[in-house]
């Protein structure tokens, strides 16, 4: 999924917890993915980039596609990254150059690690569900690994861990025991959580990690907050467990992972650690360079990149500071 720069400044709404000062609540912000999609951008935003190494998630829909083409994303470029691809309704076909041709449906997980360079594209097929729903995320890669090989998985089958009225399904990580054969390269969680009644639920997490819950459909209550769709509750380390109220119809997405701290430069698809990593990325891809390959099973032609700014691309932490350049 290809990724744009705007990004609003951070605001904390009046549900924000007060006692707990690392309870942000993050506002999405809406984000034109081609001509017939739009998504609600959740991460990165100005004052918190990442939740572990999950440092890009887009929620797009639900939408009535029955009449509009659905996804239509060109082939595009990325480095240094892994895209991971839930679906709640409906589906899309990922075409990469590997030569992967997959579709994927919901309770299905597709994973792509980027390494050096990959490209791929992400369509709605033509003989498609009514309703398109879910999300794309980007995890970092940590050194080495954003310099090796490229790949793809396609998981059909997730482990699922259920207590009480609460029900979870592990796409990323370990929950409680249950691990997902998914392969990540830092220590990450991705669970989707459903409800199948009222009663308070408690989820037990690892103090070393930070957390971020977001709510795809229904809503639910956090620490005196309330999580909807549209919005991030990032929830900061320390925590040992979680307790959720929500109602039955509700479904939410929890992420977390060990702080990441290698410095960033995120521009356009590409995932770097300098101006010059990127600059010269991006100068590969708009010269056809093999690097990328080509997704020889789509006839469209590959996205352009963007003008790159005047002034030199920032790097900075996992908060947001700008790191000095070495």
Not at 85 to 95: A, M, Q, S
Not at 311 to 319: A, Q, S, Y
């Amino acid at each position: 999924m290809e990724r744009t720069e705007s990004m609003p400044a951070l605001t904390r709404p009046a549900g924000a917890a007060p006692t707990d000062p690392e309870s942000v609540l993050l506002p999405g912000h809406d984000v034109p993915l081609g001509r017939w999609t739009t998504v609600r951008r959740l991460l990165p935003q100005r004052q918190r980039r990442m939740v572990g190494a999950w440092c890009f998630v887009d929620h797009f829909g639900p939408d009535d596609v029955a009449q509009r083409p659905g996804m239509e994303v060109p082939p595009h470029p990325h480095t240094g990254l892994q895209t991971v691809t839930w679906l709640v309704d409906g589906e899309i076909v990922h075409r990469d150059s590997l030569g992967n041709v997959q579709s994927i449906r919901p309770g299905q997980l597709n994973v792509m690690t980027s390494g050096h360079g990959i490209a791929h594209s992400e369509r709605s097929p033509r003989d498609r569900p009514p309703v398109m729903h879910g999300v794309q995320l980007w995890v970092a890669l940590p050194d080495p690994a954003r310099a090796g090989a490229a790949d793809f998985a396609h998981h059909a089958d997730l482990p699922t861990w259920r207590s009480g009225d609460l029900h979870a399904t592990v796409l990323v990580g370990d929950l409680d025991g249950v691990r997902s054969p998914a392969v990540v390269h830092t220590p990450l969680l991705g669970a989707e959580l459903t409800f199948g009644g009222t009663a308070p639920a408690t989820l037990a997490l690892r103090r070393d990690f930070e957390y971020g819950l977001l709510a795809l459909a229904g809503s639910a209550q956090v620490d005196g907050t309330t999580v909807a769709p549209g919005s991030l509750l990032y929830l900061g380390t320390g925590r040992d467990r979680l307790t959720v109220r929500a109602a039955p119809d509700c479904r939410l997405l929890l992420l977390g992972g060990e702080p990441f701290d290698e410095p960033l430069v995120m521009w356009w698809n590409f995932v770097g650690r300098s101006h010059e990593e990127v600059v010269a990325a991006r100068e590969e891809w708009m010269a056809g360079a093999s690097r990328f390959g080509t997704v020889a099973d789509d006839p469209a032609d590959p996205l352009p990149a963007p003008t790159l700014p005047t002034t030199r691309l920032k790097v900075r932490d996992r908060h947001g500071g700008v790191r000095p350049v070495e």
